[in-house]
Nanobody
């Protein structure tokens, strides 16, 4: 499995932007998909965005479509999440994850980076 390290979180005002980064410890780790998840206090973790290896397809949580963009830079072993038009309800701990197998089972997780959006 691969080690994942997130960065780029912080505090912004509503309407602002942040770009999260997730750097993997190695390339060609066999992951078939990578994604971003978030969890706010007292709430369940939810999938925010998923990208399949090779950029074949991406999926987004409905509430972030059109505002968030997931991308990968394979040369840098890095996954990004560009977040724009942020809302207070986007505040959460954000985690990146790597998934394996044809069913994209996520089983490698980073430690998380905090995003706080104030109104």
């Amino acid at each position: 499995q691969v080690e994942l390290v997130e960065s780029g979180g912080g505090s912004v005002q509503a309407g602002g932007s942040l770009r999260l980064s997730c750097t993997a410890s190695k390339n060609n780790d066999g992951a078939t998909c990578k994604g971003w998840f978030r969890q706010a206090p007292g709430k369940e973790r939810e999938m925010v965005a998923t990208a399949y290896t090779g950029g074949r397809s991406t999926f987004y949580l409905g509430s972030v479509k059109g505002r968030f963009d997931i991308s990968q830079d394979n040369a840098k072993n890095t996954l990004y999440l560009q977040m724009t038009h942020l809302k207070p309800e986007d505040s959460a701990m954000y985690y990146c994850a790597a998934g394996y197998g044809s069913n994209c089972v996520f089983n490698s997780w980073g430690q998380g980076t905090q995003v706080t959006v104030s109104s």
